[in-house]
């Protein structure tokens, strides 16, 4: 079993950066792959960066590649999601999830619950 907890969303201006966390328990987080993700009001939840549980290998979106950045650090069972040049499209809820495989689809074995970020034009 693992749980999940996010952290570090809020409101920023567009041009401005955020890093979100992803806090797991459980002694075999480094065993899974992490995802974010992200659902605006109104719109369905779509896939934004994802990790192996080595750390090696990581896979984004293409509306964020070059803006965002995923890392892990497994001593200390956390995942980040590092956001810089946000749009006002970025405004979302972000929530992470961990599964088996690193994958873009929501086929993740866990979840947390999300975090918001507000971005102002």
């Known amino acids: 079993q693992v749980q999940l907890v996010e952290s570090g969303g809020g409101l920023v201006q567009a041009g401005g950066s955020l890093r979100l966390s992803c806090a797991a328990s459980?002694?075999?987080?480094?065993?899974?792959?992490m995802g974010w993700f992200r659902q605006a009001p109104g719109k369905e939840r779509e896939f934004v960066a994802a990790?192996?549980?080595?750390?090696?290998?990581?896979i984004y979106a293409d509306s964020v590649k070059g803006r965002f950045t995923i890392s892990r650090d497994n001593a200390k069972n956390t995942v980040y999601l590092q956001m810089n040049s946000l749009k006002p499209e970025d405004t979302a809820v972000y929530s992470c999830?961990?599964?088996?495989?690193?994958?873009?689809?929501?086929?993740?074995?866990?979840w947390g619950q999300g975090t918001p970020v507000t971005v102002s034009s």
């Open positions: 459980g002694r075999t987080f480094s065993r899974y792959a």
């Open positions: 999830a961990a599964g088996r495989y690193i994958r873009r689809t929501p086929a993740y074995d866990y």
């Open positions: 990790i192996d549980w080595p750390g090696g290998v990581t």
